[in-house]
């Protein structure tokens, strides 16, 4: 028998103009971890759902055992063995772990659901490869880390001998990490075959056993894990040197541009944000940790005026702001790089131009005010701008006309940035200003984040990554369940200090902590 569990030959794919896959070979070894990496745009989200059914190609081959498929949908694929875990999880709330791990596959006795043989069918899949799961916990009661689990399960109850993870621990604790590495490695020992599709190259290095690296529609690389190095990595995936940044370290701090007194935020009677304080002053970066769902988010719309506060106080500079209208802050003094680059950052039907010239369109030199054409947009002047800004922070695209929402993610991220960097505002807030986003995107990003920093501005870096906080931040502030738990200056902070209180120990010690 072939030693291949998945051969992928000379797949290609074309949507319009843009060659997403072209003539890709990719073969996946049984019982191994294969990490797919590549930037935004490089082509491997559409090489998964080739493989995965969601998506048909143009021309090539999908070889599974052996045997040539072709898959008209996900379930050709499921049926062939294959199983695939998205990056956003897709469950049912209200639905126990064992309701949705055997959904649309249910065990039943006399025609009914047999629930006691689902229960114990998620047992015996846990115990099996160490998923640490309850079977009759609600869903919608559980971690990130836990509903990660439930979605491994559904593709073993299965019978996936082929497993998909995409972006699996955007949303993890380290903790979790670990955990989720644990349970890779013990599916490809049990024969297994996992595919991780990732950008984060330490977790490449530190679980997967082959790597293939997709530039610009095509294959850049093949390595065996152990026998390669980051650096390889970066250059098969950019084809040049990345330079990692890091804040320098603290210069002289100036006035505050930020301070939250006491603030709660409270939504359909339940308290998201508690007693919160913070500051922050020019010249500083001063970063929020915690797991997905622990406040921050909250936090956040809150200082911008699209969630009302229930107590305390926000002042921008010498604004008192609390009950102001999101105009009004921004008038303060405040730019935000939002969450959801494309569902809040940006209009993705509108151009470049359109999105770079939203909120300069009522100034100088794009916008008329007074006089002749008062009211008046000037679009060569537009365009202008668009064009410097578009080399300035290397937006790869056709051209200024091209609407956002078919830029990659990283270019899409870079026109938010480079309009919100461009009001000059004394405090940014930057929340997740790297989720999504490929390695050169990363090295732009936090170059730009610290030219603003260095310019006597301050930054509130909300981010998921505890190794962009380590880079960039010069304190970190973890949330958890709502609250401050801890805060770390530069000096004192470690992922595994940041790590355990975003898991809530200091929280469950019941004390703060502060170094």
Do not use: C
């Not at 090539?60 to 052996?66: A, K, R, T």
């Not at 008192?320 to 939002?338: E, Q, S």
């Amino acid at each position: 028998m072939s030693t291949a569990a998945v051969e992928l030959r000379a797949i290609s794919k074309r949507f319009d103009a843009v060659v997403a896959n072209d003539g890709i070979d990719l073969v996946l070894a049984r019982g191994t971890v294969h990490a797919v990496m590549g930037e935004n745009g490089a082509g491997k989200s559409t090489l998964m759902s080739i493989l995965f059914g969601l998506v048909r190609p143009d021309s090539g081959e999908i070889v599974v055992d052996g045997e040539t498929r072709s898959f008209q949908s996900p379930l050709d694929a499921i049926a062939a063995g294959l199983g695939m875990v998205h990056q956003h999880f897709r469950l049912f709330d209200s639905m126990t772990v064992a309701e949705n791990v055997v959904f649309g596959a249910e065990p039943t006795r006399g025609g009914r659901i047999d629930r006691a043989a689902a229960a114990e069918r998620v047992r015996s899949l846990a115990d099996r490869y160490g998923l640490d799961t309850d079977p009759q916990a609600r869903v919608g009661d559980l971690s990130a880390g836990a509903r990660q689990r439930v979605e491994i399960l559904k593709a073993l109850h299965r019978d996936a001998r082929i497993l998909i993870l995409d972006e699996p621990t955007a949303v993890l604790t380290p903790s979790e990490v670990t955990s989720l590495f644990t349970v890779i490695r013990r599916a490809a020992e049990d024969g297994t075959t996992v595919v991780l599709v990732t950008h984060k190259i330490q977790e490449v290095l530190d679980v997967s056993t082959e790597v293939t690296v997709l530039r610009d529609g095509r294959v850049s690389g093949r390595f065996v894990t152990a026998d390669t190095t980051s650096a390889e990595l970066v250059r098969a995936m950019t084809g040049r040197e990345v330079e990692i940044v890091a804040n320098p370290g603290t210069g002289t701090l100036g006035d505050a541009v930020l301070e939250v007194e006491g603030v709660s935020v409270t939504d359909a009677r339940v308290e998201r944000v508690s007693n919160v304080s913070l500051s922050v002053r020019r010249g500083e970066i001063v970063g929020i940790a915690g797991v997905s769902g622990n406040g921050q988010h909250d936090l956040v719309a809150a200082i911008l005026g699209t969630a009302p506060v229930s107590a305390g106080r926000i002042r921008l500079g010498d604004h008192d702001v609390t009950g102001a209208t999101v105009a009004a802050r921004r008038a303060a003094g405040l730019a935000v790089i939002p969450e959801d680059r494309r569902g809040e950052g940006s209009a993705v039907t509108m151009s470049i131009t359109e999105n770079l010239s939203l909120g300069h369109h009522r100034q100088p030199p794009i916008g008329r005010p007074k006089g002749f054409g008062r009211g008046w947009m000037s679009l060569v002047a537009a365009r202008t701008r668009a064009s410097e800004q578009i080399s300035s922070y290397d937006i790869r695209t056709s051209g200024e006309k091209q609407p956002v929402g078919s830029l990659s993610g990283g270019n899409a991220q870079k026109v938010v940035i480079a309009r919100e960097l461009s009001f000059d505002a004394p405090l940014l807030i930057a929340e997740q200003p790297t989720q999504g986003v490929d390695v050169g995107a990363i090295e732009a990003i936090h170059g730009r984040l610290l030219d603003y920093r260095a310019s006597g501005r301050g930054i509130l870096l909300v981010s998921h990554e505890i190794s962009e906080l380590l880079a960039l931040a010069d304190r970190v502030l973890v949330m958890f369940a709502g609250e401050i738990v801890a805060e770390f200056d530069r000096s004192q902070a470690s992922a595994e200090r940041i790590g355990a209180a975003m898991a809530g120990a200091a929280a469950a010690a019941g004390e703060e902590w502060t170094a």
